[in-house]
């Protein structure tokens, strides 16, 4: 079946500094690919998604390419605020049913 | 537009003990979803309906039972609540089972059994 590792958090940042979160998958077929967020008492919510090879996903600064050729969709930003502090779940989705990553906790300091 | 709302936002339980976890969503998605979040191990899809009539198990379905009540409500029920059953519960909706379909969440249940 599909499953989606991420990379180990938590992570600490300091403000401007540039973020990378690791997300690999594994699936049959050409799953679509998206990252959530959820910030401090709230629900997830969808920050980008990328649906075949190569594209790539963008939102609110943060980017992520669908590599199929190492089944990866990892996370970036160049310039990280003390807003995005949050947890990062990377999420693939085969024919049917969305498998999240564990998630990754990230906090940025002023 | 509230999106999707979730009650109650906690709950204590006895070991036991039943009680339903209500969902609704007014964006006439067709597809709805309850989900259990546990420390560590991201969100596992519990029950799902692809539409109004229809219900199927996810990943964990033990334990649980789920109503579509209609286009709009989702409730999860738990019949005799136990201590592993303690996590926060998502709702979410999407427009329809299909995949690269944006899946909207409710603010999240937390359940503590005692």
């Known amino acids: 079946g599909n499953s989606v590792t991420q990379m180990e958090g938590p992570v600490t940042l300091s403000e401007e500094a540039f973020l990378t979160i690791n997300c690999t998958y594994t699936?049959?077929?050409?799953?679509?690919l998206f990252w959530y967020v959820q910030y401090p008492g709230e629900g997830l919510q969808l920050l980008l998604k990328?649906?075949?090879?190569?594209d790539k996903g963008s939102n609110k600064g943060f980017e992520a390419t669908y590599r199929k050729e190492t089944t990866s969709f990892h996370l970036e930003k160049g310039s990280v605020q003390v807003s995005d502090s949050a947890v990062y779940f990377c999420?693939?989705?085969?024919?049917?049913?969305?498998?999240f990553g564990q998630g990754t906790r990230l906090t940025i300091n002023p | 537009n509230a999106g999707v709302t979730q009650t109650p936002k906690f709950q204590v339980l006895k070991t036991g003990q039943s009680m339903t976890l209500q969902c609704a969503q007014d964006?006439?998605?067709?597809?709805m979803y309850w989900y259990r979040q546990d420390p560590g191990m991201g969100l596992r899809l519990i029950y799902y309906?692809?539409?109004?009539?229809?219900?199927d198990k996810g990943e964990v379905p033990n334990g649980y039972n789920v109503s579509r009540l209609n286009k709009r409500e989702f409730s999860l029920r738990l019949e005799s609540a136990a201590p592993s059953q303690t996590s926060v519960y998502f709702c979410?909706?999407?427009?329809?089972?299909?995949?690269?379909?944006?899946?909207?969440f409710g603010p999240g249940t937390r359940l503590l059994v005692l």
């Open positions: 979410a909706s999407s427009e329809i089972w299909l995949r690269g379909e944006t899946q909207y």
């Open positions: 999420a693939s989705q085969g024919a049917q049913k969305l498998v």
């Open positions: 990328a649906t075949k090879a190569d």
């Open positions: 309906s692809a539409s109004e009539g229809t219900t």
């Open positions: 964006m006439n998605h067709n597809s």
């Open positions: 699936a049959t077929g050409y799953p679509s």
